[in-house]
């Protein structure tokens, strides 16, 4: 079975300040790795992904992420913080193999 | 091209009422998840549906029931509602190992 762990359920940062949201992962293979951002009262839309190829990935808004093997981990950076990221922010994982079995495993998010 | 969309956007129900939730994929998409939000929490998945069968199913009772039909779009159905169903529901699309997910429904149950 696999799992998500966000460290920190609140991160407060100042406008300009760099942002920086963990997420460990358990699972038996490498998984692919998502994450989401929710605005208040809305659905979750996609940041970034990491699938295959290059570890370091860009996302929209300005954010990027990491994949680490050796650390389990995929946290979420951004160098300057804007009013506007203000919101719930969930890593995702799902398992790698044939299309059909994409379930999605959230973490419990953390609001920035 | 619209986006995922749900309707209705907020609802009211009663212990034990029956409630039926609504979604239209992405143009192109044929396979639909959903998935309960509970407040405060990550969202947990339902089921899937592919080719209007059910491909997957996560830790949920079966009083969650679903439907896709042959235009792609789904139903979710949950019985005897129990207060504890309050959350947001969220429906998602996919293409490839994306998920396109909806505004959801919100539901309450009194």
């Known amino acids: 079975a696999q799992s998500v762990t966000q460290l920190g359920s609140h991160v407060s940062v100042s406008e300009g300040a760099l942002v920086l949201l963990r997420c460990n992962y358990s699972?038996?293979?490498?998984?692919?790795l998502f994450w989401y951002v929710q605005y208040p009262n809305q659905g979750l839309q996609l940041l970034l992904k990491?699938?295959?190829?290059?570890?370091l990935v860009k996302g929209i808004n300005g954010f990027e992420a990491e994949f680490k093997k050796s650390e389990t981990s995929f946290h979420l950076t951004k160098p300057s913080a804007h009013m506007s990221d203000a919101a719930e922010y969930f890593c995702a994982v799902t398992p790698v193999g044939l299309l059909g079995n994409e379930k999605l495993t959230f973490g419990t998010g953390t609001r920035l | 091209d619209a986006g995922v969309t749900q309707s209705p956007t907020h609802l009211i129900k009663t212990r034990g009422q029956q409630v039926t939730l609504r979604c239209s994929p992405k143009s192109g998409h044929d396979t639909v998840s959903w998935y309960q939000q509970a407040l405060g929490q990550g969202p947990q998945f339902i089921f899937q549906?592919?080719?209007?069968?059910?491909?997957q199913r996560g830790n949920f009772p079966d009083r969650f029931s679903g439907h896709q039909f042959p235009n792609y779009s789904s139903e979710l159905n949950v019985n005897a509602l129990l207060l504890g169903d309050s959350a947001l529901y969220l429906c998602?699309?996919?293409?490839?190992?994306?998920?396109?997910f909806g505004p959801g429904t919100r539901l309450t149950v009194l």
């Open positions: 549906y592919y080719e209007e069968e059910e491909r």
């Open positions: 998602a699309s996919r293409r490839a190992h994306e998920q396109f």
């Open positions: 699972s038996s293979v490498p998984p692919y």
């Open positions: 990491y699938t295959t190829g290059a570890t």
